[in-house]
């Protein structure tokens, strides 16, 4: 409940500015709005930032019902397409794929387990087949 408590005191002072504004928050004063956040019945569901400032989302975190994240998207070389993606689970990350030739495909796979990798999954011809597999959890 102590939890709960200071995540809303959190929010009211981080977001409560970001509602009183149409389009977003400018959060570097250049007269462009940089962060969003889009919510229904005032839960919020999405965070999105700007980090380069060209107008462009290039870090998305997703939340649940409780505000526990469950997703995030980073567009790591600031081409306009995200390329880094994890997934979360009791707020641990479960899952990460990655785009590492920026081509706008998932080439990378690892599965974990809090914070061990149980398993990772590469398509390394980029053809869209996974054709390398290591798996950790068999020993």
Request: hydrophobic share 30%.
């Amino acid at each position: 409940m102590r939890r709960l408590f200071c995540i809303v005191v959190l929010l009211t002072v981080i977001f409560i500015p970001l509602s009183a504004q149409d389009g977003g928050d400018d959060t570097n004063g250049d007269g462009r709005p940089d962060r969003w956040i889009r919510s229904t019945g005032g839960v919020i569901e999405e965070i999105g930032i700007d980090r380069d400032y060209d107008g462009t989302v290039d870090y998305l975190t997703k939340y649940d019902q409780e505000f526990r994240k469950i997703e995030e998207q980073l567009d790591f070389n600031y081409d306009g397409q995200m390329d880094d993606f994890y997934y979360y689970k009791a707020e641990k990350m479960y899952r990460r794929e990655i785009d590492t030739n920026f081509d706008g495909k998932v080439d990378i796979w690892v599965y974990l387990d809090g914070i061990y990798i149980q398993k990772y999954e590469k398509d390394t011809d980029f053809d869209g087949k996974i054709d390398l597999t290591e798996d950790y959890t068999k020993e």
